[in-house]
């Protein structure tokens, strides 16, 4: 980047200005473009489009949090050791310094705005829901489990606490670590955009799926729907969050991203063993559930 | 704005007060240092039983199934520990310790007033109080256990269908209990302080502690009453079928969390502005200079009060039933107030010459604990990061630094700092800096890892949790921190204990302090004051004994800056009331 020269007397300080900004550009750039190149600040980098968003968004608060904290911190801590009492006498006793007060009122508020302009913007692109997702998928959250309908496919799939329903005889050995695969599984397909309706049958519940860094409550009553588009085919462990009773700590589920054909044959594979099901008479022991709880009054 | 006509002369009563002595007179008396010790006693007791509960828990995410090889809680037992934890200390301990116990103590002194506006009231507030308390922790003794659906206790887990018997029925009785004992709290507060300040203590001229107290009890007042109406519904809900919070009779269960948070996060600030107060009383003491920024740092605790009453659906982004971008621009603005604060923080001690006694050290664990929890709080206004980290340790971790540093670190250094007034007598440094360390080093080691495991997805509220995910290590250093924190209030005791066999007389002013509470005797005499020095700026006390400490001031905080007479030596009866 070559500076363009003038004549002018104020060229060296314009130019050391337009120096400052080329480093700050340099600095920022990576983090507003390029997310991925980040170090991951102990979070998840995110399976789903959604995910990477948020991501993107979490990172740069991290990094304006660390710069405004060790600021702040060294302030603290120059204070505390520079001001340390070495004599008796009374220091200059000043108490305001309009300018300043002013500063550290206007430029927190600046930054705040800067933060919220992200965050609507990337709130608004996790909350859209897309007008023709390849899939539909009713969640319906109880104590303490899950059931995951597939919104004309005739397909369900129901699971309690820690038992494995295995709705694609993965027979936990293509889970790991293991613990990836507690409860019930929800199945989607790979690459493509997915919507779930959750609610809930009795009290309030968690869908979070932390690689997705996403949650959603799931509420009696009320019906919530949000897009999840996961792009590489694996299964993410998830849990429900909030706390809903006495096996909350239990009340996991997993999802299992199939690439597309696969996806179909496992459906088609569960209306089988549905209608095999039905037509032998068997009433609602599905194979691959795990309905095996005393039937629950949906009260709430 | 000062009201001379109204104030009592201190002399109309008999000099020595006549009254009940011992145990009667802790139970009698409308006295305003009385209750106030009261509560400190029992707000303490609360803290040290909710912290026990605390210690139980920590033992239990030892290790991913719970506990270790001596045993491990039960789920129930478990979530009865965290619902109680959290009840005790949220509802029991930080806010009663606050505006019912150093408040009520102090306020009066610092406005030069002989008593609360209300005495009795203020003795109703007491004991509505401690029979709140009580009741609250009888729910163990009950035959289902005491309540264990969290301290918010959300509708409909709350409702009778899921948790019934008698623990959480006593859980919401205790809770609208407190909350009318706050509610005259704030009144009592907002009173005193609007009338019976002494002469010459204009508004602008308050100590930051009573400003700090006079906007909570505002904010006690326009919080309260919506929880105790949301308790009220509750329990009509379990007992008369009203459906107010279920589905099934057309009730709305997302209503309880509105009601609750409508409270819960002005709460927040009720825990955080008195302490704040104290720090902003503490660090222009021990730095030997007035507060940077006094005007800025009224402003800044009225904008955090009234930012907070429009946050309360922060705690909601993942209902998917509220207005994100506003509920998020409110909450982030509520970080521009506070760094404010922040900043005066540090102007202050800004070439100062900080002595750093106990007090003053616990201001200092503060700023870093409150920093941190303040970072974090602001990534969480932020409704992207929160759908990632809501109901997960991350939250854990940043509401326990928030709350551990205000009602902990800044509410024990008004402990340590108002002790001498209380009492007469002084605590042992060395006893109280063991303490300090052990805290801060505890503090740091209990929270940090929880907001690692936060992130990795670790949720909150679990007695259990996956084994293969490597989170037992961090929630072993958890537990230990906890276990350092617990250790070092054995020295808080050992101190109490040390100060009580062999006390060091602390007499009216030790700490060389600004306010006027340091003008009357340690401990105070019965109407508190004999006489008042002339008050002609926010620093009456400091101002009385350096009178030529004038001569250095550079700025003041605008009132009557230029015109201020100086302060004579002798003149203290000049404009007393007696």
């Known amino acids: 980047m070559t500076a363009p020269t003038t004549g002018s007397t104020g060229s060296g300080a314009l130019r050391r200005h337009r120096g400052r900004l080329a480093v700050a550009v340099a600095v920022l750039l990576p983090v507003v473009l390029g997310g991925c190149q980040l170090p991951t600040f102990f979070g998840y980098r995110g399976s789903t489009s959604q995910a990477h968003d948020e991501f993107r968004l979490y990172a740069a608060t991290f990094i304006a949090a660390i710069v405004v904290g060790v600021i702040t911190a060294t302030l603290i801590l120059w204070s505390i050791i520079r001001y340390r009492r070495r004599s008796d006498a009374i220091p200059r006793q000043f108490q305001q310094h309009l300018g300043l007060e002013l500063a550290y009122t206007i430029i927190p508020v600046v930054i705040v705005l800067v933060l919220f302009g992200f965050t609507v913007y990337t709130e608004n692109i996790i909350d859209t829901v897309a007008p023709h997702p390849a899939a539909e998928i009713n969640v319906k959250a109880f104590q303490w489990g899950w059931q995951f309908s597939y919104v004309g496919q005739k397909v369900s799939v129901e699971g309690e606490t820690l038992n494995d329903p295995d709705p694609i005889g993965l027979n936990g050995a293509a889970c790991a670590p293991t613990d990836d695969c507690l409860g019930p599984g929800l199945v989607v397909p790979a690459g493509r955009t997915v919507r779930i309706i959750l609610t809930s049958r009795d009290t309030i519940h968690g869908f979070y799926v932390p690689a997705f860094n996403f949650s959603r409550y799931a509420q009696p009553g009320w019906t919530n729907r949000f897009d999840l588009t996961v792009q590489h085919a694996g299964i993410y462990r998830a849990q429900c969050t909030q706390f809903c009773g006495l096996y909350h700590s239990e009340m996991f589920f997993h999802v299992v991203a199939l690439p597309m054909s696969q996806y179909q044959a496992w459906l088609s594979s569960q209306r089988s063993l549905t209608t095999a099901a039905a037509r032998s008479g068997s009433g609602v022991s599905k194979p691959g559930t795990a309905t095996t709880s005393p039937p629950r009054e949906a009260t709430a | 704005m000062t009201l001379l006509a109204e104030r009592q002369a201190v002399h109309e009563h008999p000099e020595h007060h006549e009254g009940p002595t011992g145990l009667l007179k802790w139970m009698t008396s409308t006295d305003h240092k009385v209750i106030g010790m009261n509560y400190i006693v029992t707000s303490l007791v609360m803290f040290f039983l909710a912290g026990i509960m605390a210690l139980g828990i920590r033992y239990q995410l030892l290790s991913p199934t719970g506990g270790t090889s001596l045993g491990k809680l039960s789920n129930q037992q478990f979530n009865e520990l965290f619902t109680m934890h959290g009840s005790l200390m949220l509802y029991l301990f930080a806010g009663p310790f606050a505006f019912g116990g150093l408040a009520n103590f102090i306020l009066p002194l610092q406005v030069g007033a002989p008593d609360m506006a209300f005495p009795r009231l203020n003795a109703l507030s007491y004991w509505l109080?401690?029979?709140?308390?009580?009741?609250?922790?009888?729910?163990?003794?009950?035959?289902?256990?005491?309540?264990?659906?969290?301290?918010?206790?959300?509708?409909?887990?709350?409702?009778?269908?899921?948790?019934?018997?008698?623990?959480?029925?006593?859980?919401?009785?205790?809770?609208?209990?407190?909350?009318?004992?706050?509610?005259?709290?704030?009144?009592?507060?907002?009173?005193t302080t609007f009338y019976l300040r002494a002469p010459g203590l204009t508004m602008f001229r308050l100590p930051l502690f009573t400003w700090a107290m006079l906007i909570t009890a505002i904010l006690i007042l326009i919080a309260f009453p919506i929880l105790t109406a949301a308790m009220v519904m509750l329990f009509a809900d379990r007992h008369f079928g009203t459906h107010i919070y279920t589905v099934a009779g057309g009730g709305v269960p997302v209503l309880y969390q509105n009601l609750f948070w409508f409270f819960g996060h002005p709460e927040v600030y009720i825990l955080a502005l008195p302490y704040f107060g104290i720090v902003s009383e503490i660090i222009p003491v021990f730095s030997r200079k007035p507060l940077f920024g006094y005007k800025g740092m009224v402003f800044a605790t009225m904008a955090i009060a009234a930012l907070s009453t429009g946050v309360w659906a922060h705690h909601m982004f993942t209902t998917g039933t509220v207005l994100l971008p506003f509920f998020s621009l409110l909450s982030l603005l509520i970080a521009v107030p506070t760094g404010i604060k922040f900043f005066n923080w540090i102007g202050t001690m800004w070439r100062g010459q900080i002595s750093f006694h106990v007090p003053m050290l616990f201001c200092v664990g503060f700023l870093f604990a409150f920093l941190m929890g303040g970072l974090t709080g602001i990534m969480l206004a932020s409704p992207p990061i929160d759908f990632a980290t809501h109901d997960t340790y991350f939250v854990v971790a940043h509401f326990h630094q928030v709350l551990f540093g205000t009602a902990v670190f800044a509410g024990f250094a008004g402990l340590y700092y108002w002790y001498p007034k209380f009492t007469g007598r002084m605590l042992r440094e060395a006893l109280g800096k063991w303490h300090f360390w052990l805290m801060f080093i505890g503090f740091w080691l209990t929270f940090m890892p929880q907001y690692y495991v936060g992130l990795e997805?670790?949720?909150?509220?679990?007695?259990?949790?996956?084994?293969?995910?490597?989170?037992?290590?961090?929630?072993?250093?958890?537990?230990?921190?906890?276990?350092?924190?617990?250790?070092?209030?054995?020295?808080?005791?050992?101190?109490?204990?040390?100060?009580?066999?062999?006390?060091?007389?602390?007499?009216?002013?030790?700490?060389?302090?600004?306010?006027?509470?340091?003008?009357?005797?340690?401990?105070?005499?019965?109407?508190?004051?004999?006489?008042?020095?002339?008050?002609?700026?926010?620093?009456?006390?400091?101002?009385?004994?350096?009178?030529?400490?004038?001569?250095?001031?550079?700025?003041?905080?605008?009132?009557?800056?230029?015109?201020?007479?100086?302060?004579?030596?002798?003149?203290?009866?000049?404009?007393?009331?007696?």
Do not use: C
């Open chain 2, 457 to 578: 997805g670790m949720p909150r509220r679990v007695a259990t949790y996956d084994p293969g995910l490597g989170w037992q290590s961090w929630n072993i250093a958890s537990s230990v921190g906890a276990l350092l924190i617990g250790v070092s209030f054995v020295f808080l005791l050992v101190n109490l204990w040390v100060s009580w066999r062999q006390p060091v007389k602390a007499g009216d002013n030790p700490w060389d302090g600004n306010t006027l509470e340091w003008f009357a005797t340690s401990p105070p005499s019965h109407h508190n004051f004999e006489r008042l020095p002339p008050v002609r700026s926010e620093r009456p006390v400091w101002d009385f004994h350096h009178p030529d400490a004038l001569s250095l001031q550079h700025g003041t905080n605008g009132n009557g800056n230029g015109t201020r007479r100086p302060v004579g030596v002798g003149t203290a009866s000049d404009d007393t009331t007696s």
């Open chain 2, 129 to 191: 109080y401690l029979g709140g308390s009580i009741t609250m922790v009888l729910g163990f003794l009950s035959a289902g256990g005491a309540a264990a659906f969290g301290w918010v206790g959300y509708a409909p887990l709350s409702e009778a269908t899921f948790s019934p018997g008698a623990g959480p029925d006593l859980w919401i009785l205790a809770i609208g209990m407190t909350g009318f004992s706050a509610i005259f709290t704030g009144v009592n507060l907002v009173t």
